[in-house]
């Protein structure tokens, strides 16, 4: 079975062979392979899945909860992201016949995902008018709130200080559902169908709040498989325009699944989109270096094409993101209510500190002394960048040889020229 002490990613050994693959995309060095094994460092990990991605033996996998997992409630939400929709070929997709048919698995509500982006649309426009630190950098993507913890702390103050569009989901759908039922929310569990291992990390280790609305993860490509089984209701066969607005928001929400969604619905022109976490890391340092203050708003995914180039995904994710392309454009003009409420009680809660992943002692004169050692071996080292000694970079090779976890003797350029 696999071994999932790294967050929401799980490594099975007895199908890794030490290639490496996985050590040079990871993007904050959070890989080692040692004795022909990958090693994850879990307070590097920021749960991108790059390293799954990569993998040529599916050694590494996202991790998720198993359908049986909603029988711990008494009551049970399906949370749905609109990625699910683009899994799905364009003349069999229908909404609502996939809403409802996710329904038939066992729960007692399903709700859209997106009908809480109007929300935070609104109220994105009205925090640019006064933000204090520009751009503004969206906070829907967990995997780039970790990245900007460990490599890019003094960004922490640009983060929109709002909620996920899920976390929101999920907090309206349990009041809903305890007010129709005369239930306490306790007995609700709310499964959100998840398209990454970084999404399905977020919420057990939630930031910028104590505790997560969402109880549990389902994959997409599960309930993509467990639903493409079920038969096709012949109402939707006769009327594929056929839609409730029980279950439905707008078309700009819709296109909250792919790259840009998220920017393209607001009153703004300033903004910039960027995918694949390698981009994201450039653009933030430009933002970190003060080259882009001219926008207002930034949206960073990790995933090529947002999130539907997650690892839980099936389809490819520019097919993917051309289905909602089509799917946000046809049902553009179908509104929901505009929210009446409080934004406060979707805004982050608690304050979101940085990671040092870099410490190398907690005493500061060891920390010296060993940064000392570090530079010291780095000198003797071929400084190319291999990767073949089982470390991402000889920089963090020497710091392996000094923190004992590797010596030397596993520099493979070093043991050829001995030889």
């Not at 683009?86 to 995902?113: H, R, T």
């Not at 839609?243 to 699944?257: C, D, Q, T, V, Y």
């Not at 949206?299 to 389809?315: D, K, L, R």
Request: net charge negative; charged share 25%; hydrophobic share 35%.
């Amino acid at each position: 079975m696999p071994n999932s002490k790294a967050h929401a990613i799980a490594l099975c050994e007895d199908k890794c062979i030490g290639c490496t693959n996985c050590i040079r995309v990871c993007p904050t060095e959070a890989i080692r392979v040692k004795n022909q094994k990958a090693k994850i460092i879990e307070k590097r990990c920021i749960n991108c899945g790059q390293c799954v991605s990569v993998c040529p033996h599916n050694a590494l996998t996202g991790v998720s909860d198993p359908l049986q997992a909603i029988e711990k409630f008494t009551h049970k939400i399906a949370l749905v992201d609109p990625v699910l929709y683009g899994q799905f070929y364009e003349d069999v997709v229908n909404p609502q016949e996939i809403l409802e048919k996710i329904q038939q698995l066992g729960f007692d509500m399903v709700y859209e995902v997106s009908r809480s982006a109007p929300i935070i649309t609104d109220f994105t426009n009205e925090y640019l008018k006064n933000a204090k630190a520009l751009p503004v950098i969206s906070s829907s993507c967990p995997a780039i709130l970790r990245t900007i913890q460990i490599r890019f702390p003094d960004l922490i103050e640009n983060i929109l200080p709002m909620d996920s569009p899920t976390e929101i989901a999920a907090e309206i759908a349990k009041e809903e559902l305890a007010t129709k039922k005369n239930i306490p929310i306790e007995e609700i569990g709310a499964f959100y169908i998840s398209t990454c291992p970084a999404r399905s990390f977020s919420f057990k280790n939630p930031v910028g709040r104590d505790r997560s609305n969402v109880d549990g993860t389902l994959s997409i490509k599960d309930v993509f498989l467990k639903i493409s089984g079920m038969k096709q209701d012949p109402r939707y066969a006769q009327d594929k325009n056929l839609l409730s607005p029980e279950f439905f928001p707008h078309g700009k929400a819709i296109g909250w699944a792919r790259l840009g969604g998220q920017s393209q619905s607001l009153s703004i022109k300033e903004f910039l989109s960027v995918d694949g976490i390698d981009n994201v890391i450039s653009i933030l340092a430009e933002v970190e270096d003060d080259k882009l203050q001219h926008l207002s708003f930034l949206e960073c995914q990790a995933c090529t094409n947002g999130c539907v180039g997650g690892n839980f995904c099936i389809e490819n994710s520019f097919v993917a993101r051309n289905r909602i392309r089509i799917l946000a454009e046809k049902h553009q003009d179908y509104q929901v209510d505009k929210f009446s409420g409080d934004y406060k009680k979707f805004m982050i809660q608690k304050e979101i500190k940085p990671y040092d992943v870099s410490s190398l002692d907690e005493d500061l004169s060891e920390a010296l002394i060993k940064l000392e050692k570090i530079n010291e071996v780095l000198e003797s080292l071929p400084n190319i960048d291999c990767g073949a000694c089982g470390s991402p970079s000889c920089r963090a090779l020497a710091e392996d040889i000094v923190l004992g976890y590797a010596s030397l003797k596993d520099c493979i350029v070093l043991l050829k020229e001995k030889r």
